[in-house]
């Protein structure tokens, strides 16, 4: 579904990302691993199309979208949940959901699976995005992703401040949403992490980067075998 070979990216002649290729697929959970600073959300945000790649090339579903603007890629099925939420803290839970739909036909309503996933927020759709807790941000970050219904999910670091009940909730609709999707179709996820044990109960397949560069990549289930814990621990 999303295939990006030899990405390269620079900062301020800084080389960040090299010659790192990637792909996901429907129906599996692709884990990104490694130390902080290694250029996991410089390779998220080169495949949203967030900042420009120097070389390389990004296709989504056969087609080429390496010069797209991130709402091209978000109208192709893209959807992005970035790190530290972002959401509209002085919108409402509703008016967030609302925000994932523009780049779908005026009056597109908000799915109800995603209020089948995340009970709370139907609950809160009338209180402001701001006075939730983290948790219940995150699941609003995620939800308004998913409220266009697209067929990969990029998520950078979901877990990050979170509670453990929550992170359990939300590793349950990442499987659910791999295996099952929101309409029936199984949905590619795209999952940054440095939770490690989260990353490996969810992962069908993973890659670690070390320095910019890929240095350890497979399936889930050869994760403990390749000791890729020692690779990402600090």
Do not use: W
Request: aromatic share 6%; charged share 20%.
């Amino acid at each position: 579904m999303l295939t990006a070979k030899n990405i390269h990216q620079y900062y301020s002649g800084s080389h960040i990302l090299r010659d790192v290729s990637v792909s996901a697929t429907a129906g599996r959970v692709t884990v990104l691993l490694g130390r902080n600073g290694v250029g996991k959300t410089t390779l998220l945000k080169s495949l949203m199309g967030l900042v420009p790649i120097k070389s390389g090339t990004v296709e989504f579903n056969g087609h080429a979208i390496t010069k797209a603007t991130p709402y091209e890629r978000a109208r192709a099925g893209i959807g992005y949940v970035p790190q530290g939420r972002e959401i509209f803290g002085r919108l409402t839970v509703e008016e967030n959901l609302l925000m994932g739909l523009a780049s779908k036909p005026a009056g597109t309503p908000i799915p109800a699976a995603l209020f089948e996933l995340f009970p709370v927020l139907k609950q809160m759709l009338n209180r402001r995005g701001g006075d939730l807790s983290g948790g219940q941000q995150q699941q609003l970050a995620i939800a308004r992703a998913l409220a266009a219904q697209p067929k990969l999910l990029i998520l950078d670091e979901p877990t990050e401040g979170i509670q453990p009940s929550i992170i359990k909730d939300i590793g349950r609709v990442i499987r659910q949403l791999a295996d099952v999707g929101l309409n029936g179709q199984r949905m590619a996820v795209l999952l940054c992490e440095q939770y490690y044990d989260f990353a490996e109960e969810l992962a069908d397949d993973y890659l670690v980067l070390e320095r910019g560069a890929v240095i350890s990549q497979g399936t889930g289930a050869e994760m403990v075998s390749r000791g890729v814990r020692q690779m990402v621990s600090i």
